[in-house]
């Protein structure tokens, strides 16, 4: 075995270095196959991880929502009567209101308004999300928001500073500055950069229609339950179903599944990275059968000298294998130093789990396209590949 690696190491080491010039651009169409493959899986990532951000760090189990909502936070209403009885439920350890909607960050003059979404939340309650610089808000009255850090980096806003929403309240655009108190992790709501207020400052700032300015009804969109025990999440769904009325629940996975365009999403993209990974078996499976092709007499040569198959066999796998690593290295370095010109609007999460599925595939690819060639290297006749048969 070790003498049949040494040859076949030889042979394929040997032939790649006299030939360096046409293996290296199969490499860089490797590395450029690699480039589209990595970056499609970081755009699935990042547009997935863009709507469920928030959400998926949730210190929560359970979402309530209205009865036949179907799943949708935007088509949800529930009063504070709601949350009162879904605090007395038995299990439940905490519940808070979140509110949802949109408004505009007023930037300097020379720039657009930034779109972000706009939370309600209740200070010290399940929904508010932990800050990373500065403090959690105060009182469910104060005109204070706490900003993620996607909003951070996009309005150069930080702790201490003042920003200007803009609604729509009726016909009227209205205007409310608040005062930054803490910046969050990312913590994007449906792809829009997020802030977040107490949940009364909320109700009075939010987009309103015409018959709403004038409501003193508070009413948020969906309530965060979080369980005293998570391992009796089934147990206290039933109970919430039985002594809440008009309500639904779902976990935070299945609220995740049912947002809007989310699953057709992931499976776009998805298919998409499987097709690039097909083409790619494809390219080199074609590029190594034409040089299979091109050295017919050479592998018949060394088959008439006494070369086994499986010699011939291995250096072709190694010589396969040895292109596809330097191709993807090189299209792993070239995506690495292009991530870095990328600016935060862009939603590219390069994730770790994610870009390594990605990198074995890659690998994957080189023998799997080479299969072919390899088969018909071992089925090659030496005396017919030196034209000596009749």
Excluded: C, H
């Excluded at 196959?33 to 863009?50: H, S």
């Excluded at 309240?169 to 449906?190: A, C, K, M, N, P």
């Excluded at 080199?284 to 592998?299: E, H, R, S, T, Y």
């Excluded at 390069?350 to 990605?358: D, K, L």
């Amino acid at each position: 075995m070790r003498q049949l690696l040494s040859i076949s190491s030889y042979l394929a080491v040997k032939e790649l270095w006299r030939n360096r010039g046409r293996f290296l651009l199969v490499s860089l169409v490797i590395a450029l196959i690699t480039l589209l493959v990595l970056f499609i899986a970081a755009l699935g990532e990042g547009l997935g991880n863009g709507n469920r951000e928030y959400i998926s760090k949730l210190d929560a189990q359970l979402i309530v929502y209205q009865a036949k909502s179907e799943y949708l936070i935007q088509a949800s209403r529930l009063g504070r009567n709601r949350l009162a009885a879904v605090r007395r439920v038995e299990g439940v350890a905490d519940a808070g209101m979140l509110g949802t909607a949109s408004a505009s960050l007023i930037l300097s003059d020379a720039d657009s308004p930034l779109k972000v979404a706009l939370l309600g939340v209740e200070p010290g309650r399940t929904g508010e999300p932990m800050v990373v610089e500065g403090q959690q808000l105060s009182t469910d009255l104060a005109e204070e928001v706490i900003i993620d850090r996607n909003t951070a980096l996009r309005s150069n806003l930080s702790v201490g500073d003042i920003l200007t929403l803009r609604v729509t309240q009726g016909t009227q655009d209205e205007f409310y500055d608040l005062r930054v108190v803490g910046v969050t992790g990312g913590q994007q709501y449906s792809l829009q950069p997020s802030a977040f207020v107490p949940f009364f400052t909320w109700d009075r700032i939010r987009p309103k229609s015409e018959a709403e300015v004038n409501s003193s009804n508070p009413v948020a969109n969906v309530i965060l339950v979080k369980l005293a025990d998570p391992a009796a999440i089934e147990d206290v769904r039933a109970r919430l179903i039985t002594q809440v009325d008009n309500i639904e629940t779902a976990t935070l996975n299945e609220a995740i599944q049912a947002l809007p365009g989310y699953s057709a999403q992931q499976s776009t993209l998805n298919t998409q990275g499987g097709f690039t990974l097909f083409i790619g078996i494809l390219v080199i499976g074609g590029f190594f059968q034409i040089q299979i092709l091109q050295k017919v007499a050479q592998i018949g040569v060394l088959k008439a000298i006494g070369t086994a198959n499986p010699v011939v066999a291995a250096a072709s796998i190694i010589q396969i294998t040895l292109v596809t690593i330097i191709g993807v290295a090189i299209g792993g370095l070239m995506t690495f130093l292009f991530s870095l010109s990328f600016p935060p609007t862009v939603p590219i999460v390069f994730n770790g789990t994610t870009s390594a599925i990605a990198v074995v595939a890659l690998l994957l690819i080189g023998p799997l396209g080479g299969l072919v060639s390899i088969r018909y290297a071992v089925r090659i006749e030496p005396l017919k590949a030196l034209g000596l048969s009749s």
